[in-house]
């Protein structure tokens, strides 16, 4: 089956930092470590809508949704949303009459899959986004194709009308979505839009989006347009809902390492790891690595089986360099080896899998180091050792390799 899987609209697929504001201070943070996106600024102020504990359901539902699509978007972030529609009667559980989540980067969000089956054009929203993770599988070739052709309507002009124009119009429709719905025309129309177009009502949103290309610019676009907006609260000093609260940590917990791919960094330009590495801090990352190969704590990541990469293991064949430099690798795995990196700074991949000689497992290494700006610190056999600084770094390399040459003399 043909791609039509263009680059990702949240991020671009080699990892570029950028900066959002984000206050990473110990009062601004949550219990986990994660910056908290402030909810009350002049950009996007809090809103006055009471939380019931259907909410706190339905954004649940939405977080088990976006962890179906999680480290297959990446370098975008996993996003889950559910439509509900609430009679006239203020105790009603409402019905929920869409769902989706982001599927693949370069696809549209989670929110798009959940208009389509509310506004009756898939039957099921999860079931179109599934169908269209993975195009090599012809077993659903024709909701596929049905997907893809709806997606195409939505990419033209004027695209979100001609799919979802007033639909809900007649009706108190709620949506409920882990991360703030995007406000930028990248290669779809912009998902706070959207919902607008379809007459949404009030939007629950988990997290809001720091990306500086949303930003509270998605709940602004549907403030203006008079659409009731709340942003689940992740501290005990704004809300006194244990529910809400473990709630608003789930979905920051989806986007963890997204928010880290894109917080600033202390330089203006990404740090080009080949000039700061050298010899000696090589050897102290191997020593580093070695140690922790004898204690049992190094992060090892195999190479995941799975169809893209089975067909194309080397079984004796000849041309190593092709294998390496053109065996697809696999979202998830990149996802992996992202949050290994961020968490431990050093990571042993096991090419094992996928290559049988040092050469293919080099080029390889190098490949997925390109992806996530790491440096790839050394290849032995089918391993290829990769190491990224975190910011700030926990490894401090320039100290230990001064009392290693200290040592030596």
Known sequence: MQHRLQSSEYVSHRLSYVTPTICKCASCSTEDGTPEISTTSSLAPLATTHLAPIDIQHINQATTLARIGHGNTFPNPAVGCVLVRYGSDDNSNGQTIGSGFHPKAGLPHAEVFALLEACGHVEDGVAAARSVMNTDNDDDASITNKVFD???????????????????????????????????????????????????????????????????????????????????????????????????????????????????????????????????????????????????????????KDIS?????????????????????????????????WDHEIALLRLNKVVKKKKGAKILGERIADELNAHVAQVIGHTALLYRPGFPPVLDLDELAEKESSSAE
Do not use: M
């Open 150 to 304: 709806l997606l195409d309507i939505y990419k033209s002009t004027d695209g979100a009308s001609k799919l979802f124009r007033d639909h809900f119009n007649d009706g108190n429709v709620t949506a409920y979505v882990t991360l703030e719905p995007c406000c930028h025309t990248g290669q779809t129309p912009p998902c706070a839009l959207s919902l607008v177009a379809a007459g949404v009502k009030r939007v629950v949103v988990g997290y809001r989006d720091p990306n500086p290309r949303v930003d509270g610019g998605g709940i602004q676009v549907l403030q203006n347009a008079g659409v009731d907006v709340h942003v689940l609260r992740q501290r005990r000093q704004q809300s006194t809902s244990k529910e809400e609260i473990e709630a608003a940590k789930a979905c920051s917990n989806l986007v963890k390492y997204f928010v880290k791919r894109i917080s600033p960094r202390d330089d203006d330009d990404e740090p080009n790891l080949e000039d700061l590495i050298n010899g000696k801090k090589r050897r102290v990352l191997r020593s580093i690595a070695g140690r922790q190969k004898t204690e049992g704590t190094i992060q090892q990541l195999d190479w995941p």
């Open 309 to 341: 990469s089975s067909n194309n293991v080397n079984n004796g064949a000849e041309d190593v360099d092709d294998i390496a430099t053109h065996v697809q690798i696999s979202h998830r795995y990149l996802e992996r080896i992202d949050a290994a990196l």
